[in-house]
């Protein structure tokens, strides 16, 4: 995953690699593909192994598993503890110890 400095409005900087993900045994480059993040900073990222989070140092927490490959990942519940991850056939939902992040919402 890289990570690119926003210099300005329609500006990125270079960028750099912020973490690379877990691969599964004999596979390689299999990439991420949605992702989310919790008010700590730490990111969620879906892959062939489950949720890998990552801190905001690009530091591997750990994988959190689910029953298929997910696609995609958000917090939301009535206290933003809950991660919902879609996968092909199903909808899974997780319990967190910490809130996701909520981004601002536009004017």
Do not use: W
């Not at 593909?33 to 489950?50: A, C, F, M, P, R």
């Not at 029953?67 to 991660?83: I, M, Q």
Request: glycine share 14%.
């Amino acid at each position: 995953m890289m990570a690119y400095p926003v210099e300005g409005p329609g500006k990125i900087g270079k960028g750099k690699v912020f973490c690379t993900l877990k691969q599964p045994a004999g596979r390689k480059n299999t990439g991420g593909d949605g992702l989310t993040v919790d008010e700590k900073g730490n990111l969620y990222i879906t892959s062939q192994l489950g949720l890998q989070v990552f801190s905001p140092a690009g530091k591997h927490l750990g994988t959190l598993a689910v029953p298929e490959v997910p696609a995609n990942v958000t917090f939301g519940g009535k206290d933003l503890k809950t991660l919902y991850v879609t996968a092909r056939t199903s909808l899974y939902t997780i319990a967190a110890p910490v809130k996701g992040h909520r981004f601002p919402a536009k004017k």
